[in-house]
């Protein structure tokens, strides 16, 4: 019998490429298994374990039958207003758990949001040098990226001029990475605000990735842009996720937080517009009793005693730039 050729991937998947830094992963993994002394650079990667108690609850929580079956789309109810807590604990705003939809991974909610935000034709601004998967996610989407690149005499961060020069009628989405994969640059609280209040001005969409939130060196200080420019909630998709902070990267657990979407998609979250923000509070004193959030305590064997030192070590060797602020990464320009 003869066979048919098998028809082509979609256009789609066939744009985009497989991930660089998986696959550099993989080949450091599979040669120290292979009993070769090899450091791996390429995934950002916790050296230590899971802590015990994280653990310990995941246990309890997989003998219970009732984790045993569906859950709501959105995530576990507890489990969003968990979040919600944390966001207000460590960002110093409030969103609502129904704003917020949990994922497989901070990479499947930057999949989902450039995926609800983006369609062909619509341009992503996108300060590089940048994490490898966010062109390949937008390219997914059908969209454009628009490189905005902020080199090491500038700390690796743009300015306002440069995405001013970079905007056109077609720019939909600024993507924002603080502190950033791969350079370490932490945007600043001033920085911040003036990025969110030029995009207000013009309509563009937010996605910012606060997945090393917690990864802060020397002096660099914690800023979250949508408690910086509250307006921006309504036009703004925040990705996190528990895999840097709590050393967690094969959990696969992420999130997203946003506002609601036209598509019809009930996937994404729902909108905090100003009237429900400002009935939150009163809905976040009323949680009284329920157990709080345990807090960020392993983001701090990372900071000064691991990675930092090592990282700053590394300066040495290789050719001096920016140290980075924060993040897991250091930048070589060799
Ligand atoms: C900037 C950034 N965002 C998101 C992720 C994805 O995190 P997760 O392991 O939760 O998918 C990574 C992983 O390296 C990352 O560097």
Not at 216 to 244: C, F, M, R, S, W
Request: aromatic share 6%; proline share 8%; hydrophobic share 40%.
């Amino acid at each position: 019998m003869s066979t048919a050729p098998i028809s082509r991937v979609s256009a789609r998947l066939a744009a985009i490429s497989p991930s660089a830094t998986l696959a550099v992963d993989a080949k450091a993994k599979s040669l120290r298994a292979a009993g070769r002394p090899v450091i791996g650079f390429g995934a950002g990667e916790p050296d230590f374990a899971t802590p015990d108690y994280i653990v310990a609850a995941a246990v309890a929580a997989a003998q219970d039958p009732v984790n045993h079956k569906y859950s709501p789309a959105k995530g576990l109810p507890e489990l969003r207003e968990a979040i919600s807590a944390k966001t207000l604990r460590d960002s110093g705003y409030l969103v609502s758990p129904e704003d917020i939809l949990v994922t497989n991974g901070g990479k499947q909610a930057v999949f989902q949001a450039f995926a609800a935000l983006v369609d062909p034709g619509d341009e992503v601004l996108m300060p590089t040098p940048i994490w490898t998967t966010y062109p390949e996610v937008v390219a997914l989407a059908g969209g454009t990226t628009v490189e905005v690149f902020a080199g090491a005499d500038q700390d690796y961060k743009v300015t306002l001029e440069q995405l001013e020069a970079a905007r056109t009628e077609r720019t939909k989405v600024l993507l924002l990475c603080s502190p950033s994969n791969p350079t370490g640059a932490v945007y600043t609280a001033a920085e911040l605000t003036h990025i969110g209040q030029w995009a207000l001005e013009h309509g563009i969409w937010v996605v910012t990735d606060e997945i090393y939130e917690h990864l802060l060196y020397d002096d660099a200080q914690p800023a979250h842009i949508v408690a910086l420019v509250p307006e921006l909630a309504n036009q703004t998709v925040v990705l996190n996720g528990v895999a840097k902070t709590y050393a967690m990267t094969g959990w696969r657990v992420g999130w997203m937080m946003g506002p609601p979407t036209s598509s019809g998609g009930h996937q994404l979250p729902v909108t905090p517009d100003q009237q429900r923000r400002q009935r939150l509070p009163a809905r976040g004193h009323s949680r009284g009793g329920r157990r709080p959030v345990r807090g960020r305590p392993h983001a701090d064997r990372l900071r000064p005693s691991a990675s930092a030192d090592r990282i700053h070590a590394l300066r040495d060797r290789w050719r001096s730039g920016p140290h980075p602020q924060g993040g897991l990464l250091r930048l070589s320009e060799r």
